[in-house]
């Protein structure tokens, strides 16, 4: 084994899901789930003894009309969880510095320990808003990490602060954009830096493990030799392809999703301090262990001291009646 390594594990939004009947508002899931058009394709597919075609042709095909991308810069990935893992595994090894902006997606400071390399925090100021990141970067700066929108704190990042990261590392910047149909605002392509996306969110198929990413032409190769030969099944690519054929389905979810992220930011923003989000969940400040005391209500929401911030909570935005629920108990609970 590695002399490094430390047993640090990802830990799921959704740890214990006691019964079927919970209310889940941990996981950042599209609760109207995908077309119903995707969920047909996925169906239709039983070559199930054949590899995938690893080209993925037509996926990437609509991948560029969707994005506006080149073709030959994009890569299909198992999640964004698969393109981070490929990128560490060639752009990071022991004595490299990773340079993350914490509270952040925990699957970046695993991996970067897993490399046997040192994790260096960006600050941040009291509205989580990154401060000076490009003042860390050193010759050991192998791989920089921003989520936009960021996880947990539901805001895009400031992008003049990414680009000052960019313009100065002799590495990798990673741009994670798995929130970004909820949001305005997308992250400029640029010469290396690297935009990791994914199916799982607004399009609702977390479960097939759908990843894709803009790959800058100077990393191609690398990531090319580096990723797993096979990341997606044939019957997964076929439920994305139909999902980027139905994008009158996405949208819809994700505007019913945005109104009933202002309607419950206006709630909580009555009891406690809560962040704006740009993305499918919210992040407040509430009293200790009021996320258990909503799961004795069959209601579960994300603590977020795996984050490093105690007695803070993430809720992700459900489906109308769900919040409903939510927002009643909680109003109860402070009354
Ligand atoms: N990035 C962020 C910021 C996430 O919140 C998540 C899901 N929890 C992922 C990546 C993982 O995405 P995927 O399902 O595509 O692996």
């Keep these: 084994m590695k002399s490094c390594i430390s047993f640090e594990e990802y830990v799921p939004g959704i740890a214990i899901a006691k019964s079927k009947n919970f209310i889940n508002l941990a996981s950042n899931e599209n609760p ?27 996926l990437k095909q609509r991948i560029v009309e969707y994005t506006g991308w080149n073709f030959e810069e994009i890569a299909i990935t198992s999640g964004i969880d698969g393109a981070l893992e490929t990128i560490f595994r060639f752009a990071v090894g022991e004595g490299d510095e990773v340079l993350i902006a914490p509270p952040t997606f925990s699957y970046y400071r695993i991996l970067a320990k897993l490399s046997c390399a040192r994790v260096v925090e960006a600050g941040r100021d009291e509205d989580f808003r990154l401060k000076n990141c490009h003042e860390l970067v050193t ?27 960019a313009e100065v590392i002799n590495g990798v910047v990673v741009v994670d954009e798995a ?41 191609l190769k690398a990531f090319k030799s580096a990723n797993t030969p096979f990341p997606i099944s044939t019957a997964a690519e076929k439920a994305a392809i139909a999902a980027l054929n139905d994008l009158e389905w996405m949208k819809s979810c994700v505007d019913k999703i945005k109104k009933d992220r202002e309607k419950m930011y206006n709630f909580l923003k009555k009891y406690f301090k809560t962040y704006p989000s740009d993305a499918n969940f919210l992040l407040f400040k509430g ?33 109308e009646e769900e919040n409903r629920v939510f927002m009643e108990v909680l109003e109860c609970l402070l009354q």
């Design 32 to 58: 109207y789930g995908p077309s119903p058009k995707a969920l047909e394709a996925f169906r239709s597919f039983s070559d199930l003894h054949k590899y995938p075609d690893p080209r993925y042709e037509e």
């Design 139 to 165: 010759k050991k700066t192998k791989l920089a990490i921003f989520c936009s929108p960021n996880n947990p704190t539901g805001k895009l990042e400031d992008f003049e602060e990414i680009k000052a990261v």
């Design 179 to 219: 929130y970004v149909e909820f949001a305005e605002k997308r992250f400029p392509c640029m010469d290396n830096v690297i935009i990791v996306r994914t199916f799982s969110k607004a399009f609702g198929l977390a479960n097939l493990r759908v990843g894709y990413a803009r790959i800058p032409q100077i990393y």
């Design 287 to 319: 009293g200790k262990g009021l996320h258990e005391t909503l799961a004795e209500k069959g209601i579960l929401i994300r603590e977020c001291s795996q984050f490093g911030l105690p007695n803070y909570y993430r809720v992700t935005v459900g489906k």
